[in-house]
């Protein structure tokens, strides 16, 4: 600082005003002397920062604070505040209005702190650049006045918890606005209109709750970057998209946007990334032209329909996935690993590839052994044949590979030994045959490997004993391969035959004759095409041996009973008999088995087997420990001492709390993605006609998947999702009622958005803890739960409905959200309903809001022991008695549960 300061400083007014009082001529010569000695701040900005220092929680400082680091002053004198540079430095609770008397200050810089409160007003900061108070814990809405400031450069406030639209007055900032980023609040309202924006570089309002058409970026001729994503934006993307040749990336997936080709990608010569899953894009993806720097390209969860197959230029990709697509043809060629390949100094190279849920067919091609720095293939999914090259395993960066679901046959090849970084390989459901090899026990890595359903004649028992692996290869026949054997019928049979050739033929014979039998048992009635290779047909003998002859009966429904069992590889299932009364019928019976080996996704309950002899129609499922959602929203909790009685349990398990809000919203976001899955990944779609909290199962760590699909249709093969919303089946009402559409209960008339109907019963049961069909609910004359949750919401009481269970441990946004969602699910009209993908997008962000207000809490929840309130327990027990009359309610249940 310079220290021949004088009264020329005189332009800053408050100095110039003592100077010019002339009595006050001695106090100026003064203070001039002081300030020779030593810069200061001006008094009003210092009193300003002790403000923000005691609001805020500045950080402390001892004499002039403009010597701290995170602070810049101007040179004058007195001096006056610059820049706050305070991002990540723990400043808490709400910025003060005191913040606007910082007058010359142009950068504000308090990203990543927990400021909460609203932004205000700071219309007087004129020269401020840069206000970043990005993920922080703002609330309310924008503050207008931030869209008058003329010199404004940079807005960043993403991650908060803004809400309201975004002003108006930002279509005012013609000159100087190059980066808007308000990601993931909870704005509301249209897109901004940014034309007139004419600097803009970064636009990012991706995340909210934006409505409205797609943003007109014809003026913006300086954009690089647009992320729309997550929002609910419809309409056309504009032509104009193509006309920013400096666009770099975009961001677009997860919107409303009406279906039609992808824009003409082949004019964006700049585009380096595009994001555009879930946009209803259609027909062919272009070839790329002359672009020459593209390094993602992401569209799952399209329409498209084909693909180029020469991608050999496009040196620069680096993440290629068209994942749930309807893609037909061959796979394509990919750019191979060059040295030459780079971009800004970067060497780029193809490190992730998703070709999975589409229809593939023909080969892997062996050139893709050149992808020398790809980490993860999926091509699961698709109808893909032939052996499986070796040059694969030259992919010796490859983490994940993904096979499943093909019609891959032949050996795995012994190439596979080079796959050192390899985790996770999943090859279930192909045809591929010859003993396992043993290669997989010295891949250190691997710690996931799929094998079931395929030909494997062995698997070493070693490797299936490995300790450290998660390892499944159902379908195996003779369990292990003897290692020694296996050499020696390589070296020649000769010399073990002369001795044991008549005793090997008499088994073979014997072993013949019995899968002979037990097919013609278990295959009654079906013919060939009826027996899915995946579901495995068990004789009678071999259902009683498993269930140790019925034994224990773990649920009961109408078509019959549900027993355990235990398979001889030691596999826990779930026996499903059908009751002689049974109004299933054969036709369901093999509808059931048929879909089930048709479907495989992680959400849906999966199929083992089946046995039909005579009258006797069983299925055998996976085993779901921990029963339905159902049971533990709706059956009184019990005292957590009786848990060691789980997994005798069964369906009924005894361990049932009542699921705090995070595990319910888990346990619907799961479900909503096995219903996705059938609606929208299986051609023709399937209708599931039983979607019921009954139907949600869960596996021993909560984990949901649906069953029952024993009543599901297919959809006729729709043209488009519209008109699979409008026309739909016409076809015997069946369903459980309290979670039936009345669109279709009324018009017969069967569309996904049945399903979507009935999912949303299920949301309102977690949200309210109710059963759908309660024959009478608190103060109310309502016969339905949708009924009794719109009097609330009308009423404004939506509290009154929430399960006191929850003890408002949830996050209010991420309720109302789901609470939104359901509601739009029970529209009476099928077409204006949210489809599943919209559904589970907004159960994500619920979680995610769930998720942050927990880790923002938990701290505070961790020191903090939440008093049993007497009040709370009263409340409950009231709530709890109208809720299940059952007799074994256990008083204070709810406080035994520890808190989170
Ligand atoms: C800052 O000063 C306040 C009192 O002025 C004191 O309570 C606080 O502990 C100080 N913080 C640090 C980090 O020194
Ligand atoms: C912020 O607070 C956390 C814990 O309270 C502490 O670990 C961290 O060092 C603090 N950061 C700064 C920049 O003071
Ligand atoms: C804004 O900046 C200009 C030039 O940097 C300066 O002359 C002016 O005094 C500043 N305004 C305020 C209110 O400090
Ligand atoms: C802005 O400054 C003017 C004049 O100094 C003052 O009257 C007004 O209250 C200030 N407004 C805000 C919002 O700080
Ligand atoms: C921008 O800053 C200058 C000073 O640097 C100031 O004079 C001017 O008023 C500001 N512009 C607007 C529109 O506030
Ligand atoms: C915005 O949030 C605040 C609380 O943070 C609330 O008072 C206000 O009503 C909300 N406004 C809108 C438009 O949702
Ligand atoms: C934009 O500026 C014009 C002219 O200055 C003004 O009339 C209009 O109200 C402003 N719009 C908003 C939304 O601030
Ligand atoms: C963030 O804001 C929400 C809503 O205003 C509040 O409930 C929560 O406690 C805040 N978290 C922190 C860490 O300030």
């Excluded at 450290?468 to 379908?475: L, P």
Aim: hydrophobic share 35%.
């Amino acid at each position: 600082m310079s220290s021949s300061i004088e009264c020329r400083y005189s332009k800053v007014r408050w100095n110039s005003k003592l100077c010019h009082l002339s009595r006050m001529v001695f106090i100026c010569f003064f203070l001039a002397q002081i300030l020779n000695a030593d810069a200061a701040l001006s008094a009003d900005e210092g009193n300003v920062l002790q403000i923000l220092q005691e609001t805020i929680l500045l950080p402390n400082w001892t004499g002039n604070p403009c010597d701290e680091a995170w602070i810049n002053c101007s040179s004058t004198n007195p001096q006056h505040v610059l820049q706050l540079n305070l991002a990540g430095k723990n400043l808490t609770g709400a910025i003060p209005p005191d913040i606007s008397r910082l007058r010359g200050i142009s950068i504000i810089d308090f990203n990543n702190n927990q400021l909460n409160g609203s932004i205000p007003d700071i219309r007087n900061l004129t020269n401020l650049t840069k206000l970043w108070i990005g993920t922080n814990n703002l609330t309310g809405e924008i503050h207008e006045s931030i869209f008058h400031l003329g010199n404004l450069t940079e807005i960043d406030l993403r991650n908060n918890q803004l809400n309201g639209t975004i002003p108006k007055a930002l279509e005012n900032m013609t000159r100087t606005i190059t980066y808007i980023n308000v990601k993931s609040n909870l704005l509301v309202g249209s897109a901004p209109n940014i034309s007139a924006l004419v600097n803009l570089q970064q636009l990012d309002i991706s995340s909210n709750g934006l409505t409205g058409p797609f943003p007109d970026i014809t003026f913006n001729k300086q954009l690089i970057g647009l992320s729309l994503a997550n929002n609910f934006l419809r309409g056309p993307v504009p032509p104009s998209v193509i006309q920013n040749p400096k666009l770099n990336w975009i961001f677009m997936s997860n919107n409303s946007l009406d279906p039609g080709p992808l824009f003409d990608i082949t004019q964006l010569t700049g585009l380096r990334t595009l994001s555009a899953g879930r946009s209803r894009f259609q027909g062919a993806i272009p070839s790329l032209g002359n672009n020459t720097v593209l390094t993602e390209f992401t569209v799952p969860v399209n329409n498209f329909s084909s693909i180029p197959l020469d991608w050999r230029n496009v040196t620069s990709l680096t993440i290629l996935n068209v994942a749930s697509n309807i893609i037909t043809g061959n796979l394509p060629m990919l750019p191979e690993y060059s040295t030459q390949t780079s971009i800004f100094g970067l060497r780029l190279a193809l490190q992730k590839i998703d070709f999975s849920n589409n229809s593939f067919t023909g080969v892997i091609p062996k050139s893709w052994g050149g992808l020398s720095f790809l980490e993860e293939m999926n091509l699961a999914y698709n109808r893909l044949e032939g052996p499986i090259p070796p040059e694969i395993g030259r992919l010796n960066q490859l983490k994940t590979l993904n096979l499943s679901n093909n019609q891959f046959s032949g050996r795995i090849p012994d190439d596979f030994r080079y796959l050192s970084k390899l985790q996770i390989l999943d090859l279930r459901n192909n045809q591929l045959t010859g003993p396992v090899p043993d290669l997989f026990n010295n891949l250190s890595s691997l710690h996931s490997l799929y094998l079931d359903n395929n030909s494997f004649s062995c698997i070493p028992k070693t490797l299936a004993m490995k300790q450290g692996i998660n390892i499944t290869f159902q379908g195996i026949r003779s369990a292990y391969c003897d290692n020694g054997q296996e050499s020696l019928s390589r070296g020649g049979i000769i010399g073990v035959a002369v001795g044991g050739f008549c005793a090997f033929i008499a088994i073979l014979a014997l072993m013949f004759l019995i899968v002979r039998r037990k097919r013609k048992i278990c295959s009654h009635q079906l013919s060939k095409e009826d027996m899915p290779k995946s579901a495995k047909a068990f004789s009678i003998k071999e259902i009683k041996t498993m269930t140790e002859n019925f034994k224990q009966p773990v649920g009961k429904g109408g078509f019959g009973s549900v027993y355990y069992g235990k398979l001889p590889n030691g596999k826990e299932v779930a026996v499903k008999v059908k009751a002689a009364d049974s109004k299933q019928g054969v036709k369901e019976f093999l509808n059931e088995v048929q879909l089930l080996s048709r479907v495989h996704h992680k959400n849906l309950v999966p199929l083992i087997g089946y046995c039909l002899d005579g009258q006797e129609q069983i299925l055998v499922y996976e085993y779901m420990s921990q029963g339905a959602l159902h049971d533990h929203l709706h059956h009184p909790p019990e005292s957590s001492s009786t848990s060691t009685r789980q997994g005798a349990g069964g369906f009924v398990s005894s361990r049932h709390c009542s699921l705090d809000w995070k595990t319910r919203l888990d346990i619907v976001l799961n479900a909503a993605r096995g219903l996705e899955y059938l609606h929208k990944d299986c051609k023709p779609p399937v209708i599931h006609r039983d979607v019921k909290s009954s139907n949600v199962l869960l596996t021993e760590k909560l984990q949901a998947k649906f069953g029952d699909l024993g009543i599901s249709k297919q959809a006729y093969e729709p043209d488009t999702d519209e008109t699979m919303n409008t026309t739909g089946i016409s076809t015997a009402v069946q369903g459980t009622w309290g979670y039936m559409d009345p669109e279709y209960f009324t018009r017969h008339k069967l569309t996904v958005k049945s399903d979507v109907f009935s999912f949303g019963v299920i949301l309102l049961e977690i949200i309210t803890g109710k059963r759908a069909q309660t024959q009478k609910f608190p103060d109310s004359e309502a016969v339905t739960l949708k009924q009794w949750v719109e009097e609330a919401l009308e009423e404004n009481k939506l509290k009154s409905v929430i399960d006191p269970r929850l003890r408002d441990e949830y996050s209010e946004e991420g309720m109302l959200m789901v609470v939104n969602v359901a509601m739009k699910c029970l529209l009476p009209n099928g077409v204006g309903r949210p489809d599943m993908g919209d559904i589970v997008y907004t159960l994500l962000q619920a979680l995610q809001r769930e998720k942050e207000s927990r880790t923002r809490t938990s701290e505070i929840l961790d020191e903090i022991t939440i008093p049993a309130s007497a009040q709370l327990t009263g409340q409950h027990n009231v709530e709890h008695s109208v809720l299940s009359p059952v007799s074994s309610v256990q008083p204070n249940s709810s406080l035994t549960m520890s808190p989170r």
